[in-house]
């Protein structure tokens, strides 16, 4: 009994050691990364107070040693592909440069931004249209996906094939048996509802398809983490879609799908120069996910005829951009506003930066209205998204949460003048984890045009005061501030 006893205690100690030691190594390495300090001291606090089940979620979905190992390739193969196809197109982007400066630099500093952070050039020759949910987007996009010549490429992070799935499929494979060239890249976790009998059907028709970033048990460490969260649709180089809805029914507020929420999203259809830029960022997550490289020919970047019309850039984000190039638009789009700034996001877990940018801009005089979900898909993200609340109220911006059913639209307007539609939320995730692209237009009309639709939301919401938010059962306050230690982290 003595000897059993001897055994199951240094048995324990031997794991304690082992254990402690290894966090003690974790310890340094999490320091030694640099990361965001309080990103750092996160993942320290989870370490700490959950023993063993912490250190498990840190190796998913912390441990950075992969990213290197998984980017780096691409990031060189990415810098070679974007030098020959600005080599290509030089007198044309050389315009565009200047169109950016001669109508935004006094005013506006983003155009230069996009350039110096993600080669992205203002382009003037587009046409954009706005669709508000699924039902405004599916009809349009089924319609232009039969009308496509040469090629469809499409890049989502959810598609399931359920009716509406079903019906992108079937038009995907007639075209590709009638010699249309179709890629599609979807994400391996967001996407993995895509059934194998879809994807055999694909294969069987020609249609190529890549997954991005795989997860499996022998390597899912850290991979959870850098996810493909665009939504992206590019047919014959001169149309695109874009915006936060994915492919699936939930989207789409048809009573005979019975769908659990009402789903409020954003979306838009731009045609014309801008989509050169899109075309580049598929083609190259084409080569990460595929290992195909197709150069910049002008079958994928055609002349195009649209007329000036809206000026429009699109940015697109990625787990190895240099910097945080979609934090750093919002963050110059905020700072620059002089009256307004109008912001729907259904996930708003701002870092330092993002979060002090909009108070000072209320502090200073300009109106900031926030409109959040009431109610969400994802509650515990929700609950951390909600504990800001109270600091907002207090710097006087307008809190607004959406009651008709969940916002999941990401769009900003400044002053009725620079807006933006796309995937990016304004969360950690978003800024630093995540593949995302917006469209940003320098345009009065597309401005006002997205505020009025802003404000017809704004019906659908109630606004919180700061008696009530103060107010709130003491439960609700403490399960949102336990979701806020974790909020870097999500």
Avoid at 167 to 192: C, F, M, P, Q, S
Wanted: net charge negative; aromatic share 14%.
């Amino acid at each position: 009994m003595g000897n059993l006893f001897d055994l199951d205690f240094t048995g324990s100690v031997i794991f304690l050691i082992v254990y402690y030691g290894l966090i003690i190594i974790i310890f340094f390495q999490i320091l030694l990364e640099n990361k965001d300090p309080l990103k750092t001291q996160s993942y320290l606090l989870l370490l700490v107070l959950l023993p063993v089940i912490g250190l498990f979620i840190y190796f998913f979905f912390g441990v950075n040693y992969r990213k290197q190992k998984l980017f780096s390739r691409k990031a060189l193969t990415d810098q070679a592909f974007i030098n020959k196809w600005i080599d290509m197109y030089q007198e044309r982007l050389s315009q565009n440069r200047d169109l950016a400066e001669e109508m935004f630099a006094e005013k506006y500093k983003l155009p230069y931004l996009f350039f110096r952070n993600a080669n992205s050039v203002l382009t003037a020759r587009n046409k954009v249209k706005i669709l508000n949910n699924g039902e405004e987007k599916f009809p349009l996009l089924l319609a232009k996906l039969r009308e496509a010549q040469h090629h469809i490429h499409l890049e989502y992070y959810i598609i399931i094939d359920d009716e509406i799935g079903t019906k992108v499929i079937d038009i995907l494979i007639e075209r590709a048996e009638k010699g249309v060239e179709v890629r599609l890249i979807y994400d391996a976790i967001g996407g993995n509802s895509l059934s194998a009998k879809a994807l055999k059907r694909m294969k069987e028709a020609g249609i190529e398809t890549g997954v991005y970033n795989p997860v499996l048990f022998t390597s899912l460490a850290n991979k959870v983490n850098y996810r493909d969260h665009r939504k992206i649709v590019i047919i014959d180089g001169q149309i695109s879609f874009t915006g936060g809805i994915n492919i699936a029914d939930y989207y789409i507020n048809d009573p005979g799908l019975d769908n659990r929420f009402y789903w409020r999203d954003t979306h838009c259809m731009i045609e014309g120069d801008s989509v050169y830029y899109l075309q580049m960022l598929f083609l190259l997550n084409w080569y990460f996910v595929s290992g195909q490289l197709i150069k910049p020919q002008p079958e994928y970047f055609p002349e195009v005829d649209t007329p000036s019309g809206v000026a429009c850039a699109f940015v697109g984000s990625s787990p190895d951009s240099d910097s945080k190039y979609m934090m750093e638009a919002y963050f110059s789009m905020i700072t620059n506003a002089r009256r307004e700034i109008l912001i729907a996001t259904p996930y708003f877990i701002p870092n330092e930066g993002i979060l002090t940018a909009i108070k000072t801009s209320a502090k200073s005089g300009v109106r900031v209205k926030l409109l959040l979900p009431e109610n969400s898909d994802t509650p515990f993200v929700h609950s951390a998204s909600l504990t800001f609340i109270q600091e907002l109220l207090e710097s006087d911006i307008e809190v607004y949460l959406y009651q008709k059913g969940v916002v999941h639209s990401k769009l900003m307007v400044i002053d009725e003048e620079v807006s933006t539609v796309g995937s990016a939320n304004m969360d950690y995730r978003s800024f630093d984890n995540n593949a995302e692209l917006n469209a940003f237009f320098f345009d009065e009309g597309v401005a006002k045009e997205l505020k009025q639709y802003f404000e017809e939301d704004l019906e659908n919401a109630r606004k919180v005061t700061l008696e009530e938010w103060g107010d709130r059962p003491w439960w609700l306050k403490l399960m949102g501030s336990v979701a806020r230690l974790g909020a870097p982290l999500l």
